[in-house]
């Protein structure tokens, strides 16, 4: 697929035969129309935050997937090293027991973030992560492309979802998100 192409809908993109995955940023309110509008089409779908208005619409983009046999990913920040690292040091318990999370101790954009300050009463811990890219290279700036090195080893192992943002856990917050609207009487639009 040639790099520079446009497209005069997303109707048009999606009968496109040369495109395999769609990274779908629309605004929330067309996640679920567009998903599954390319889904339906045969391609795989790397989507936005939120992944859904609702529940409902989180199950029925994960049915389309597995009907269609099509990658489905709700993005996330989970995949890049200072989150990694991040887990690796709650899991292993050497950060002792978590009573409190600001991620304002993860400096930079959500996206980008190079350290991680952890403070244990009046003591502080800081690993710098610097990004690698392809090559080995270290950039900092951009934490899009390790989403992107996620999704092409998971295509590659022949995997049609994340490990790190599995479809069955963004459908988990998307029904806790139900159930906390409906006990303050909120609906989405």
């Given at each position: ?83 990694v690292r991040l887990r690796e040091l709650m899991a292993s ?97």
């Amino acid at each position: 697929m040639p790099l520079a192409r446009r497209y005069s809908s997303y109707e048009a993109l999606a009968a496109d035969d040369g495109a395999d995955l769609i990274y779908v940023a629309t605004p929330a309110s067309h996640h679920f129309e567009h998903t599954v509008l390319f889904l339906t089409a045969g391609c795989g779908v790397v989507r936005e935050t939120p992944f859904g208005l609702n529940e409902a619409q989180a199950a029925a983009m994960a049915a389309a997937a597995r009907a269609e046999g099509r990658f489905l990913m709700e993005t996330s920040p989970r995949n890049l090293p200072v989150y990694v690292r991040l887990r690796e040091l709650m899991a292993s318990g050497a950060i002792g027991k978590i009573v409190a999370f600001s991620s304002d101790r993860v400096p930079r954009l959500i996206t980008a973030p190079t350290t991680l300050v952890v403070r244990g009463g009046d003591r502080y811990g800081r690993l710098d992560l610097p990004f690698d890219r392809e090559g080995g290279r270290s950039v900092p700036g951009s934490g899009f492309h390790h989403q992107v090195r996620h999704v092409r080893r998971r295509l590659h192992d022949g995997h049609l979802d994340s490990d790190v943002m599995p479809l069955g856990e963004s459908q988990s917050i998307m029904r806790t998100l139900d159930t906390v609207r409906a006990q303050i009487g909120a609906h989405p639009a």
